[in-house]
């Protein structure tokens, strides 16, 4: 119930093409869906969120596409770039200052 | 949004020894979040700090091995005892802000 899946565990795209990361999760209780990306020896990074009243959301070119009725998210990272290559990681949680749940993360690769 | 300090960035340990790893805030936030990252995985969370009261440990984590302090809103420090190979991860505190949940740069360790 509390899990997030994530998938796929890695991903090759090349540049300029678009990179889709699925997640999938149980607990209808989540009602909020970040996107984190983790470059070697850093933190995870925030990208983009989205809560459960809006379908799709749009920063720059990360989109995150949200199907309620399917309880699955995703994320979408148009025209990807060299620079894009690092691991993403989907969360979920349940309420406000509350733990997140994450995904097992993408690593993701964009070939020049 | 917050920025983390976390010390130290990495250390190499004995096993049976421990290490303090400390989480400067640059503002006052009710909750910290410990998350443990072994190589190569995703996040998992061991505990959550409060100022003011016990530390809430998640499944698998217990307070005699990862015992947490949280003298004040914008300092928290976990501790790794009688440590053995097997904790050789990245640790991570986090934060709730304004901006959403934010990460500081883990410390790596490695045990010997």
């Known amino acids: 119930q509390q899990q997030v899946k994530q998938s796929p565990q890695s991903l090759i795209v090349q540049k300029g093409g678009i990179s889709i990361i699925n997640c999938a999760y149980e607990?209808?209780?989540?009602?909020?869906f970040p996107w984190y990306q983790q470059f070697p020896g850093k933190g995870p990074a925030l990208l983009i969120a989205?809560?459960?009243?809006?379908s799709e959301k749009k920063e720059g070119r990360f989109t995150i596409s949200f199907n309620k009725s399917a309880k699955q998210f995703s994320l979408h990272i148009m025209d990807s770039q060299p620079g894009d290559s690092a691991t993403y990681f989907c969360?979920?949680?349940?309420?406000?200052?509350?733990?997140?749940?994450f995904g097992q993360g993408t690593r993701l690769t964009i070939n020049p | 949004s917050a920025v983390i300090s976390q010390k130290p960035s990495r250390d190499i340990c004995q096993r049976g020894t421990s290490l303090t790893i400390q989480c400067q805030v640059d503002?006052?936030?009710?909750?910290m979040f410990w998350y443990r990252q072994q190589p190569g995985q995703s996040l998992t969370l061991i505990a959550t700090?409060?100022?003011?009261?016990?530390?809430?440990?998640e499944s698998g984590f217990v307070i005699d091995k990862f015992p947490i302090s949280r003298p004040n809103l914008t300092f928290s420090t976990l501790t790794v005892s009688n440590m053995s190979p097997e904790d050789s991860s990245i640790y991570l505190c986090?934060?709730?802000?304004?901006?959403?949940?934010?990460f500081g740069s883990g410390t790596r360790l490695t045990v010997v």
């Open positions: 989205i809560r459960p009243d809006v």
């Open positions: 503002s006052q936030v009710t909750m």
């Open positions: 969360a979920a949680s349940i309420g406000g200052a509350q733990k997140l749940v």
């Open positions: 700090a409060n100022q003011g009261s016990e530390a809430t440990y």
């Open positions: 607990n209808t209780a989540f009602d909020y």
């Open positions: 986090s934060v709730d802000s304004s901006y959403g949940y934010t």
